[in-house]
């Protein structure tokens, strides 16, 4: 089957003021079939945000993106608005960390997402407003007649994801987008919405891309993980793959930081929580070579003098790291 969503050799660049650029990705490239979960993990400054928001026509001003981006076939980078709009919010969508920031604060919930289905799908207010109470059902929300008349700032922040959620929804689109969805939430909320999330997903089939800085939370909801470093893919391969055997050395530390479930349960053969040293990439001064190598604990003398290119590692995976062996995760340089 063709990908419902395919990035070809994506490059993002910011001018600096006084002259300058930041490369924020560098050569991007992988592809999501229909109804696959795909996790994007990387700190902040790895480039996962801007790797969507140049895709969304969302880039700031002094960005440049270029490179191709498809979405069911159709190149959408470089789009113009009006018709990047009709595909988003109907046939694409996306959900990001704070939804105050993509829900009007002076519109009730109803106004809001019944413009949705007026605008997409043509339909009247009062089927539009039927449709909607629905959605909210849908992803939960109590006495959705009543709630539906409330303003964002009168929901909680669980609440109003999933009303953020509802409003992605409310056309069935083919593929979501979702932006550190649930870390401005507490844990108990944060797992309510991941596991609506996969229950969604579950019932509609469409293809989800999960943006997220904790390789945590893509454990039980995505099928395949891309790891992103410095305005690159560093990692790439199935999640039940990647996690019993990560192959670089920044999948394998940030594997080691996951917190348990139950910390005080710690036996004596799992590795012990370990945090990788140094700052996420400041990529107005990477280090030449492997941008990680500052933060590396197996960094070489290779490693200074080359970037390694992402190479593909047989079944479905892929490394970007000089290393012959994958690191075992939680031991000491040997
Ligand atoms: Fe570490 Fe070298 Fe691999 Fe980079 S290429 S991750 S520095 S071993």
Request: hydrophobic content about 40%; some cysteine.
């Given at each position: 089957?063709?990908?419902?969503?395919e990035?070809?050799?994506?490059?993002?660049a910011?001018a600096?003021?006084?002259?300058?650029?930041?490369?924020?990705l560098?050569?991007?490239?992988?592809s999501?079939a229909?109804?696959?979960?795909?996790?994007?993990?990387?700190e902040?400054?790895s480039g996962?945000?801007?790797?969507?928001?140049?895709?969304?026509?969302?880039?700031?001003?002094n960005g440049?993106?270029?490179?191709?981006v498809?979405?069911?076939?159709?190149?959408?980078?470089?789009?113009?608005?009006a018709?990047?709009?009709r595909?988003?919010?109907?046939r694409?969508?996306?959900?990001?960390q704070?939804?105050?920031?993509s829900?009007?604060?002076?519109?009730?919930?109803?106004?809001?997402l019944?413009?949705?289905?007026?605008t997409?799908?043509?339909?009247?207010?009062?089927?539009a407003?039927?449709?909607a109470?629905?959605?909210?059902?849908?992803?939960?929300?109590?006495?959705?007649e009543?709630r539906?008349?409330?303003y964002?700032?009168?929901f909680?922040?669980?609440?109003?994801q999933?009303?953020?959620?509802?409003?992605?929804?409310?056309c069935?689109p083919?593929?979501l987008?979702?932006?550190?969805?649930?870390?401005a939430?507490?844990?108990t909320?944060q797992?309510?919405i991941?596991s609506?999330?996969a229950?969604?997903?579950?019932?509609?089939?469409m293809?989800?891309?999960?943006?997220?800085?904790?390789?945590g939370?893509?454990?039980?909801l995505?099928?395949?993980?891309?790891?992103?470093?410095?305005?690159?893919?560093?990692?790439e391969?199935?999640?039940q793959?990647?996690f019993r055997?990560?192959l670089?050395?920044?999948?394998?530390g940030?594997?080691?930081?996951?917190p348990?479930a139950?910390?005080?349960?710690?036996e004596?053969?799992?590795?012990p929580?370990?945090?990788i040293?140094?700052?996420?990439p400041d990529?107005?001064h990477?280090?030449?070579?492997?941008?990680f190598?500052?933060r590396c604990?197996?960094?070489?003398?290779?490693?200074?003098?080359?970037v390694?290119?992402l190479?593909?590692?047989?079944?479905?995976?892929?490394?970007?790291c000089?290393?012959?062996?994958?690191?075992?995760?939680?031991?000491?340089?040997p």
């Amino acid at each position: 089957t063709d990908p419902v969503f395919e990035v070809e050799d994506l490059r993002v660049a910011f001018a600096l003021e006084g002259g300058g650029r930041i490369d924020a990705l560098d050569g991007v490239s992988f592809s999501i079939a229909p109804g696959e979960t795909v996790g994007i993990v990387g700190e902040s400054g790895s480039g996962k945000t801007q790797l969507f928001m140049a895709a969304m026509g969302l880039l700031a001003r002094n960005g440049r993106a270029t490179g191709h981006v498809r979405f069911a076939g159709t190149e959408i980078l470089g789009l113009p608005p009006a018709e990047l709009n009709r595909l988003r919010g109907a046939r694409f969508a996306m959900v990001f960390q704070d939804p105050m920031t993509s829900l009007n604060p002076f519109l009730t919930v109803e106004r809001q997402l019944t413009e949705v289905l007026v605008t997409h799908r043509g339909f009247d207010r009062a089927r539009a407003r039927d449709a909607a109470i629905q959605m909210l059902e849908r992803v939960q929300i109590p006495e959705p007649e009543r709630r539906i008349g409330m303003y964002p700032f009168e929901f909680s922040g669980g609440m109003r994801q999933r009303v953020m959620i509802a409003m992605a929804l409310l056309c069935g689109p083919e593929f979501l987008i979702a932006d550190e969805p649930t870390t401005a939430l507490d844990v108990t909320i944060q797992a309510q919405i991941l596991s609506l999330l996969a229950e969604l997903k579950r019932d509609t089939g469409m293809a989800l891309a999960l943006i997220t800085h904790d390789l945590g939370v893509v454990a039980g909801l995505c099928d395949r993980v891309l790891v992103m470093y410095a305005g690159r893919i560093v990692e790439e391969g199935r999640v039940q793959d990647l996690f019993r055997e990560p192959l670089h050395p920044y999948t394998a530390g940030l594997l080691a930081s996951i917190p348990r479930a139950d910390p005080m349960s710690v036996e004596d053969d799992e590795p012990p929580l370990i945090a990788i040293p140094g700052q996420p990439p400041d990529l107005q001064h990477l280090p030449s070579g492997c941008a990680f190598r500052t933060r590396c604990r197996f960094a070489f003398e290779r490693c200074a003098r080359e970037v390694p290119p992402l190479r593909g590692a047989g079944q479905g995976r892929a490394k970007a790291c000089h290393l012959d062996q994958p690191p075992a995760v939680g031991t000491p340089r040997p």
